[in-house]
T-cell receptor, first 118, second 109 residues
Framework: NAGVTQTPKFRVLKTGQSMTLLCAQD?????MYWYRQDPGMGLRLIHY???????AKGEVPDGYNVSRLKKQNFLLGLESAAPSQTSVYFC?????????????????FGPGTRLTVL | AQTVTQSQPEMSVQEAETVTLSCTYD???????LFWYKQPPSRQMILVIR??????QNATENRFSVNFQKAAKSFSLKISDSQLGDAAMYFC??????FGAGTRLTVKP
């Protein structure tokens, strides 16, 4: 099993350009997440999905869009990149927690994508 | 706002010694999970240990254990017999996908 994979691993964009980051998981997880990690800070949640066809905003959603058309894939889009979006982006996936709960369990992370916006 | 706080930006420990990393959180929930993740220089995030709030017993995983004090909203990680490979950033995380700012652990040979 590959676990969680992210494409690409590195990317440099110019201000105003657009791009899509792809996350794929082969563990049949219901939940998927996109985070950004900036120096001196922990991970901050951008968007997440609790199932195929559903998405929800996290802590820092502005400037990003997401889609989950297939259970195994979660796409993160930047429509018009800005220098403030320079960061390392992590995707993660998890099972739903035990029956009766609405939150996710242990998250499994991809290797990250380093994005630089000039 | 519900937050996760790690008050120690950096810690160091001598190889084979014990170190404790602290984490506090703020919530009105009664049932939740708490996690410690490790991020070595490779950047890969790896689960260290997981605690379910309804369980009275503190979680343990080999050399790693937690001191979970629900009333005090404290969730500290104890690393026993520290090894050079334990050097990393450690993040406390809450079930609602909030992470602390991290503690950088250095292990001295």
């Amino acid at each position: 099993n590959a676990g969680v994979t992210q494409t690409p691993k590195f990317r440099v964009l110019k201000t105003g350009q657009s791009m899509t980051l792809l996350c794929a998981q082969d563990m049949n997880h219901e939940y998927m997440y996109w985070y950004r990690q900036d120096p001196g800070m922990g991970l901050r949640l951008i968007h997440y999905s609790v199932g195929e066809g559903t998405t929800a905003k996290g802590e820092v959603p502005d400037g990003y869009n997401v889609s989950r058309l297939k259970k195994q894939n979660f796409l993160l889009g930047l429509e018009s990149a800005a220098p403030s979006q320079t960061s390392v982006y992590f995707c993660a996936s998890s099972y739903k927690s035990r029956s009766g709960q609405t939150f996710g369990d242990t998250q499994y992370f991809g290797p990250g994508t380093r994005l630089t916006v000039l | 706002a519900q937050t996760v706080t790690q008050s120690q930006p950096e810690m160091s420990v001598q190889e084979a010694e014990t170190v404790t990393l602290s984490c506090t959180y703020d919530t009105s929930e009664s049932d939740y999970y708490l996690f410690w993740y490790k991020q070595p220089p490779s950047r890969q995030m790896i689960l260290v240990i997981r605690q379910e709030a309804y369980k009275q017993q503190n979680a343990t995983e080999n050399r790693f254990s937690v001191n979970f004090q629900k009333a005090a909203k404290s969730f500290s990680l104890k690393i026993s017999d520290s090894q050079l490979g334990d050097a990393a950033m450690y993040f406390c995380a809450w079930y609602d996908m909030r992470f602390g700012a991290g503690t950088r652990l250095t292990v001295k040979p």
